[in-house]
């Protein structure tokens, strides 16, 4: 193998870790790829964290396998680019590079009594923070979490605010913690070199901390949540040299190059650079995103205003999102919690041996539902069941769920922009599962295409690499690399896809108000 040649992506995800290498045609080297998984840690209902330790052990030991790849020179990867589950935060202390409480993860609703005193009394409510940041108040974002460890720590006498002020303890997303150790962690290890603490714009912009406008932390904002300032980390550009891996790693001396939140980085690697180009992950959520070019827009329809990159010191580029924190996780409750199928593959077969869904619906508000609904007090219910229904029905409900909640982010993104979409490139674990893209297509009255490579999260981080090292000179060549897969093409009539969705809206209503807003 010729030198110089690779870009190594490191996928940091909620389920796993991985690390792909890419080559210059924007495949992976299927030799040179590893995926470890992480304990879930779920202390009480509503709570989910990770341990920050065991995922930078998993960073590790994933770009070993790649480093161990027979065939690869260490000296021919050229540049390293991140990417990151968004929202999971960790707070770590700054002298020994140890995480003072686990990281708490994007789907941990433990701050929904934070989030409700913040709105209590405002105007505007829930959405006090929507014109600077983009995101209403909600328990997903990282800022209420990192408040929330800092109280933790008050009410231990462990001086959380405090040493947080002083700039003795650091907070950062994932990317943050991962860059902070390959380019140094602890000091005192100590061969001089500090490490980084920096997090890039697009997971900056998912803290509710972040001002759209200056691509800085608000001060005023940071205040009152009770975040110290002086615990952040420098907002950066999601393409340029940031750092170089410290010469005591795997891969020392190497630049780091880009950093992308996972859903951002996925949106770039399906290379969706024009406005109106719009992608949706299927993974252990959905998250569809639709590029709005360099004006950031507001929505009027539940759907988040985000950061999807900045290319060095040009514009950044902004894009609406519609997440949703149940889609192949609720195949995965139906294998792990029921029982009722032992792969997720199962899914499909199951689903295509019904003629319908016997007018079955599954809605997955287990910890409320995000958009475009936000409601905290929502949770999941299965309706219609009757003595008929099987679990193939329950197979069908939990695959049709995540088209359904596609829908509905989509009509929001159709409301907000005026017009109907187009095509819709799709990517995640699920794109497997051929019912549910069928269906999908059908659902929305629109193609659904796949690509060749469905990694498109960690090509996207490899991508904002490359072109900040120059293995690619500008996103039109990135265009070229982006290949079609298959195409689903809607064949359901139009009166019954509505009939569909109107059930479904049905469906969700039964689920609101059955818990407490404040958890
Ligand atoms: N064939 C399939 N049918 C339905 N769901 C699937 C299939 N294959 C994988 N999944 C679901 O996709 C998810 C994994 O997708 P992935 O993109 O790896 O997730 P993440 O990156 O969020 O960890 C799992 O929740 C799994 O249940
Ligand atoms: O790690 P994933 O693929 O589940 O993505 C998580 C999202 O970034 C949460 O916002």
Redesign the pocket.
């Given at each position: 193998m010729s030198r110089n040649t690779y870009i190594l992506a490191i996928d940091q995800?909620?389920t796993s870790t991985r690390a792909i290498l890419f080559d210059e045609k924007g495949l992976p080297v299927a030799t040179a790829t590893a995926q470890i998984e992480h304990s879930q840690i779920l202390p009480r209902a509503g709570w989910v964290e990770h341990d920050p330790m065991e995922i930078w052990s998993n960073v590790r030991t994933a770009m070993g396998h790649v480093a161990g790849d027979a065939d690869l020179e260490p000296a021919s990867v050229r540049a390293i680019g991140i990417t990151n589950?968004?929202?999971t935060v960790v707070v770590w202390d700054k002298a020994t590079g140890k995480p003072v409480y686990n990281a708490i993860v994007?789907q941990d609703t433990r701050t929904s009594g934070i989030c409700a005193r913040l709105a209590e009394g405002h105007p505007a409510g829930a959405d006090r923070f929507r014109e600077t940041t983009g995101l209403p108040l909600s328990t997903y974002f990282a800022g209420p979490k990192i408040r929330w460890i800092l109280d933790h720590l008050d009410e231990r006498g462990e001086r959380g605010t405090e040493r947080a002020e002083a700039g003795e303890l650091l907070a950062g997303t994932m990317d943050s913690w991962v860059v902070w150790n390959l380019t140094g962690g602890r000091r005192g290890d100590d061969d001089g070199e500090a490490a980084l603490h920096v997090t890039d714009v697009t997971n900056a912009s998912r803290t509710l901390l972040m001002d759209l406008g200056t691509m800085q932390w608000s001060e005023e904002i940071c205040r009152e949540i009770g975040v110290p300032l002086a615990m952040l980390p420098e907002i950066v550009p999601s393409s340029g040299v940031l750092g170089r891996v410290t010469r005591r790693r795997m891969f020392g001396g190497t630049p780091i190059s880009g950093i992308l939140?996972?859903?951002q980085a996925a949106l770039f690697g399906q290379t969706c650079f024009e406005p109106g180009d719009t992608k949706n992950t299927y993974?252990?959520?959905a998250?569809l995103l639709l590029n709005t070019g360099t004006t950031p827009q507001t929505s009027d329809n539940g759907l988040l205003t985000t950061v999807a990159y900045q290319l060095g010191d040009a514009d950044p580029v902004y894009a609406l999102e519609g997440?949703v924190a149940m889609a192949g996780s609720l195949v995965q409750w139906l294998r792990d919690n029921l029982g009722i199928i032992s792969t997720a593959a199962e899914t499909e077969g199951l689903a295509m041996s019904l003629e319908d869904n016997g007018d079955c619906y599954l809605v997955p508000a287990f910890s409320g539902l995000l958009a475009p609904h936000w409601r905290p007090d929502a949770r999941g219910a299965l309706v219609g069941l009757t003595r008929f229904h099987t679990k193939a029905h329950m197979a069908r409900a939990a695959l049709e769920a995540t088209a359904f909640q596609t829908r509905e982010m989509v009509d929001a993104m159709c409301a907000d922009a005026g017009e109907a979409a187009g095509s819709l490139r799709v990517d995640g674990g699920m794109v497997g599962n051929g019912y549910l893209m069928q269906f999908q297509a059908d659902l929305l009255g629109v193609d659904v295409v796949r690509p060749e490579v469905t990694e498109t999260t960690a090509l996207g981080a490899a991508f904002a690499a490359g072109l900040a090292v120059g293995t690619w000179d500008s996103i039109d060549r990135l265009r070229e690399l982006w290949r079609e897969d298959h195409r689903w093409s809607p064949e359901m009539p139009e009166e019954e896809r509505e009939r569909l969705m109107a059930r479904w809206r049905d469906a969700v209503e039964r689920t609101l108000g059955w818990a407490d807003a404040e958890g």
């Open positions: 995800g909620t589950q968004r929202e994007w939140g996972d859903q993974g252990t959520g998250f997440s």
